[in-house]
C-alpha cells in the first residue's frame, strides 16, 4: 500500500498533494521503481535522481499539451509510472510490455521518442519554430543531462537556440555523472558553477538591492530579461549559458519539489530561451545507487537488500575484448585506446587502469572520437575504439571522411552488434553490416566465437588499414568451436564440408548454422557450414565452390536483411552467374522491439530450430 502513489493515475492528480505529500510521493516512487527494476532490470539510477523533478514537471506543465523532450529517455520510469503506466511497469522492457524510453505511440504524454543521447534541445528547437509558425500555445521543455551536454548535437542545438529568441526551457539535470563519472571541460565549468552557488547568493543579493530602489521594488526581479540579464552581470563573471543567449537559472538543488516548480514557473515568466540549472545526486534514496551511481546506471535484477546482481555476469565478448587489448598494449606502445563515455561497457576500463595515459574517453561525442582516432592514426598510433553498433551510426560520415578515405590504420570494435534486447529499437545493433559495408577501403570482420575475436583483435592491427570487428553483446554460454583456423584477409573457413545444402554464417550465427546443420543430418542432409568471417572483402572463390557443389545455399545473419551477407551473396551469385535460390535468414525491413534477445529471434524465425524447419521444408 502507498498512501498517495495508489491514488496518482495520471497528472491532474498532483493537483491535490501539498508540498509535504509530494515529498512522501516521492519516497514511495522510489520504493516503486526500486523494486520494479530489481525485478526487470534497467536504468536505474538515473530515474531515482529525477523524481522530484518530475512530480515538478508534471505540477507545473499540462504533458498533454506542452511538449516535455526526454533526453536519452532512459529516465523516463517516474514520468511513466505519473502519466498512467504505473500498473504496466512490471512489464518494463520486456516483450509485448512498456518500453524502457519514451515512445510516442505508447502514451499522449511522450512527445518525442528518444534513446540516443544529445537530441532532445534540437527537437525541442524544432517544436518551438513550428509552434510559432502555426501560431500555437504551448511550452517546449528539454530535459538534459550533463553527460548529454557533451554531445555535439547537443552544443549545436544550444548555440542555435541561445540567438532564437524561441521560447524554451532546458532543464539541465546535472549529477557530475554520464554513466561513469563525466569528462571534459563544459563537465568542469559546470563543476565550478556547483562549487560557487552561484544563484542562491546572487538572488540574494540581487533582491536586497532590488528591493532598495524606489517604487521599482520586488516586481524588478521577474520583470525583463534584459534587466535581469544585466542584474546577474553584476555579481556573476564567466556566464557561459548567458552569453550565447541563455536566461540561466541556477544552480540550484534539485530534490526540492517547491524550488523546483517555482523555477519552473518563473522560466515560463521570462519567456526567450531559458536553462535551468539543477544538481542531482544520481542514485538518490537508494544506498547501493548512490554508493555506485555506475553500476545502477543499466542493472539487471537485483536483490534489493544487498544491491547485488541476482545472476553473476559471466565472460562476455567485451570481457574477452577487454583482456585481449590490454594484453596488445603491453606488446606495442602505439597502441592507443578511445570510448565514447562508455569505457565499462565496452571493456575498455581494464586499458583506462593499465595505461592512463594511452586511454581517451571523449565524453558522448562519438564523431569527435572517430575524428581523433584519424588524427591519432595519422600521427603514427595505433587507436583502437570500441562502440556499440547504434552509436557508430553518429560518427558514419568520420568513418567515411576521416578514415575510410585516407585508409588511416584505425581499428574499430563494434561492441552490441546485433540485437541487444531489452532497450529496443534504438539500441538495436541491426544496421552495422550493411552501413560500413558501402564503404570503400574498410575491412570488416565478425569473430564466430571469444577465441576468434582474440585473433581477429591481434590481426586487425597487422592490416595497417581500417578494420571493422563486429561482436555481439553477452555471448555467455555460446558455443566454444574447436576448430580456429589461421586468420587471412578475404579468407571464410568451412567449419564443415557437405553436399546437399551450403549455409553462410556470420558471426554469432556460425553457430546457428552449425546447430542447423546438426539437425539436419538427422534427415541424412549433408550441409557444409561456412563461417565467411570477412563481410569484406568477401571470400568469392569458397563461397562459389560451396554454392556450385550444393543444391540450395542459406545465409544465417544477426542485421537487417537488407545491404548485408544475404545481399552479398546474392550479388555474388548474380555476378558469376550462379541460378541458385537464397534462403536469407537476417531481421527484416524494419525496426526491431525490445524483449530479450532469445525471444527475439525466435519471433524473427532465427532460431536454429526454425531455420532447420524453413531449410527442410525448401528442399
Ligand atoms: C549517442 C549515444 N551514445 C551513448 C549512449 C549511451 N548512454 C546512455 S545514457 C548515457 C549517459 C547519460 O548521462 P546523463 O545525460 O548525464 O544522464 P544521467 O544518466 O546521468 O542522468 C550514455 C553515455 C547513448 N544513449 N547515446
Known amino acids: 500500500m502507498s498512501q498517495f502513489l495508489d491514488n496518482i493515475n495520471e497528472p491532474k492528480d498532483l493537483e491535490k498533494l501539498n508540498y509535504d505529500q509530494k515529498d512522501e510521493l516521492a519516497k514511495e516512487l522510489r520504493d516503486y521503481v526500486i523494486k520494479v527494476v530489481s525485478e526487470t532490470g534497467g536504468h536505474l539510477a538515473s530515474n531515482l535522481g529525477v523524481v522530484e523533478l518530475t512530480i515538478a514537471l508534471h505540477s507545473v506543465f499540462d504533458g498533454k499539451k506542452d511538449k516535455i523532450i526526454w533526453d536519452v529517455g532512459h529516465q523516463t520510469y517516474i514520468h511513466k509510472i505519473l502519466t498512467g503506466r504505473k ?5 518494463l522492457r520486456q516483450l509485448n510490455g512498456i518500453s524502457g524510453f519514451p515512445k510516442t505511440n ?7 521518442n528518444t ?61 557530475e555523472m554520464s554513466i561513469s563519472k563525466n569528462v571534459g571541460g563544459l563537465s568542469r565549468f559546470l563543476g565550478y558553477m556547483r562549487s560557487k552557488r552561484f544563484y542562491t547568493q546572487s538572488n540574494k543579493k540581487i533582491k536586497k538591492i532590488v528591493r532598495k530602489i524606489p517604487k521599482i521594488g520586488e516586481k524588478l526581479i521577474h520583470l525583463t530579461r534584459r534587466v535581469k540579464y544585466g542584474i546577474k552581470q553584476l555579481f556573476i563573471s564567466n556566464m557561459f549559458f548567458e552569453n550565447i543567449g541563455f536566461t540561466y537559472l541556477g544552480p540550484m538543488e534539485g530534490h526540492d519539489i517547491e524550488k523546483i516548480e517555482s523555477m519552473l514557473k518563473m522560466a515560463k515568466k521570462i519567456g526567450g530561451p531559458v536553462l535551468i540549472h539543477l544538481v542531482t545526486k544520481k542514485g538518490k534514496g537508494y544506498k547501493p545507487a548512490e554508493d555506485d ?8 535484477s537485483f536483490d534489493i537488500q544487498t544491491g547485488n546482481p541476482k545472476k553473476q555476469k559471466e565472460i562476455d565478448y567485451s570481457k574477452v575484448f577487454s583482456e585481449k587489448i590490454v594484453e596488445l598494449a603491453k606488446k606495442d606502445e602505439r597502441i592507443v585506446a578511445v570510448t565514447a563515455a562508455m569505457a565499462s561497457g565496452t571493456g575498455l576500463k581494464e586499458f583506462k587502469k593499465e595505461f592512463p595515459e594511452r586511454f581517451f574517453d571523449v565524453g558522448i561525442a562519438e564523431q569527435h572520437a572517430l575524428g581523433m582516432c584519424a588524427g591519432l592514426a595519422k600521427s603514427g598510433l595505433k587507436p583502437i575504439i570500441s562502440l556499440y553498433s547504434s552509436f557508430y551510426q553518429r560518427g558514419y560520415d568520420q568513418v567515411i571522411h576521416d578514415i575510410a578515405i585516407q585508409k588511416l590504420p584505425v581499428v574499430m570494435c563494434v561492441d552490441r552488434a546485433g540485437i541487444v534486447g531489452n532497450d529496443g529499437e534504438t539500441h538495436q545493433g541491426q544496421f552495422d ?11 570488416i570482420m565478425a569473430p564466430k566465437d571469444f577465441e576468434e575475436l582474440k585473433q581477429m583483435l591481434e590481426y586487425a592491427f597487422k592490416l595497417n588499414k581500417p578494420v571493422v570487428i563486429r561482436y555481439p553483446r553477452g555471448g555467455e554460454g555460446n558455443t566454444k568451436f574447436i576448430m580456429h583456423s589461421q586468420i587471412a584477409e578475404g579468407k571464410a573457413e568451412v567449419i564443415k564440408y557437405g553436399n546437399d545444402v551450403s549455409i553462410i554464417g556470420i558471426g554469432k550465427m556460425v553457430e546457428k548454422a552449425k546447430e542447423v546443420a546438426e539437425l539436419l543430418k538427422i534427415d541424412n542432409i549433408d550441409a557444409e557450414v561456412v563461417n565467411v568471417r570477412f563481410l569484406k572483402p568477401i571470400d568469392e572463390k569458397q563461397i562459389i565452390e560451396s554454392i556450385n557443389k550444393t543444391k540450395k545455399v542459406v545465409t544465417i545473419e544477426d542485421g537487417t536483411i537488407v545491404g548485408g551477407l544475404y545481399s ?28 530479450s534477445v532469445v525471444e527475439l529471434e525466435k519471433l524473427y524465425g532465427l532460431d536454429s530450430s526454425n531455420i532447420y524447419k524453413k531449410v527442410r521444408e525448401s528442399l
Open 87 to 91: 500498473e504496466k511497469m512490471n512489464t
Open 106 to 112: 505508447e502514451s499522449e504524454y511522450d512527445s518525442f
Open 115 to 175: 534513446g540516443h543521447s544529445s537530441t532532445s534541445i534540437s527537437v525541442a528547437m524544432g517544436m518551438a519554430r513550428a509552434r510559432d509558425i502555426m501560431k500555437e500555445d504551448y511550452s517546449v521543455v528539454a530535459v538534459i543531462g550533463d553527460g548529454a551536454l557533451t554531445g555535439g548535437m547537443a552544443l549545436e542545438a544550444l548555440n542555435d537556440a541561445g540567438s532564437s529568441n524561441k521560447d524554451i526551457i532546458v532543464i539541465l539535470n546535472d549529477n
Open 293 to 300: 551511481p555506475e553500476r545502477f546506471h543499466g542493472t539487471s
Open 433 to 443: 553490416m550493411a552501413f560500413f559495408q558501402i564503404v570503400p577501403n574498410i575491412t
Open 568 to 595: 552479398k551473396i546474392c550479388e555474388i551469385a548474380n555476378k558469376y552467374n550462379i541460378n541458385k535460390h537464397i534462403l536469407g535468414f537476417a531481421y527484416p525491413d524494419e525496426f526491431i522491439r525490445h524483449g
